[in-house]
């Protein structure tokens, strides 16, 4: 088992839907997650931290973290065509060492 | 200003030789690190580095070395390139282990 998953995709959307990414993990000691987004030959951006439970908004973006079932999603509401990127889902170890682990990505494609 | 930035962002070589990569953050962070993103765009830690020690060394030939001469500069050697080097490396930095990463421009360093 990977240690963080993601469906590679492509998800395309039409502009203007809701973009739905998802995300498991499987260190059960982990408390930190995040989404970078990656255009095509640049580097990862955050987008999104969250540490609890529950939604985290921002603008079009939330952010669902579901500790118990180990799993995290960002939502992307009123897709535009410049979302279309490759979505990297990110978890803190739980180690002393902190390090980041990252997923396959998903690449999200939003067509006009 | 560039918050993390890398030099150079291109670097073709043969096979066999010694090379440098430069990072430097302005952002006042503690922490820094090394990442290695494949052909598939997978992205994995290296290493990390907090206040010029190192705290993450992941199971990398030892061609590579890391150096950290100040907080705000994280270097990266390879000895001997080799063709499965050819990839793109990101240094990241963060204000402490647990914050959020940004990540620098990358490198795209190709084997010959």
């Known amino acids: 088992q990977k240690e963080v998953e993601q469906n590679s995709g492509p998800l395309s959307v039409p502009e203007g839907a809701i973009a739905s990414l998802n995300c498991t993990y499987s260190?059960?000691?982990?408390?930190?997650f995040f989404w970078y987004r990656q255009y095509s030959g640049k580097s990862p951006e955050l987008i999104m931290f969250?540490?609890?439970?529950g939604d985290k908004e921002d603008g079009r973006v939330t952010a669902q973290l579901n500790k118990a079932s180990q799993y995290v999603s960002l939502l992307i509401r009123d897709s535009q065509p410049s979302d279309s990127a490759t979505y990297l889902c990110?978890?803190?170890?739980?180690?002393?060492?902190?390090?980041?682990?990252f997923g396959q990505g998903t690449t999200l494609q939003v067509k006009p | 200003d560039t918050a993390v930035s890398q030099t150079p962002k291109y670097l073709v070589t043969q096979m066999g030789n010694d090379k440098s990569i430069k990072c430097e953050q302005n952002l006042g962070h503690d922490t820094m690190y090394w990442y290695k993103q494949d052909s598939k765009k997978f992205l994995k830690i290296m290493f990390s580095?907090?206040?010029?020690?190192?705290?993450i060394n992941e199971t990398v030939p030892n061609r590579f070395s890391p150096k950290s001469p100040d907080k705000a500069h994280l270097n990266l050697h390879i000895n001997s390139l080799e063709l499965g080097d050819s990839a793109v490396y990101f240094c990241?930095?963060?204000?402490?282990?647990?914050?959020?990463?940004?990540f620098g421009d990358g490198t795209r360093l190709s084997i010959l």
């Open positions: 260190d059960r000691g982990s408390q930190s």
């Open positions: 990241a930095s963060s204000q402490d282990p647990i914050q959020p990463q940004h």
């Open positions: 580095y907090n206040n010029k020690e190192l705290i």
């Open positions: 990110a978890v803190k170890s739980s180690s002393n060492t902190g390090k980041l682990i």
């Open positions: 969250i540490y609890s439970n």
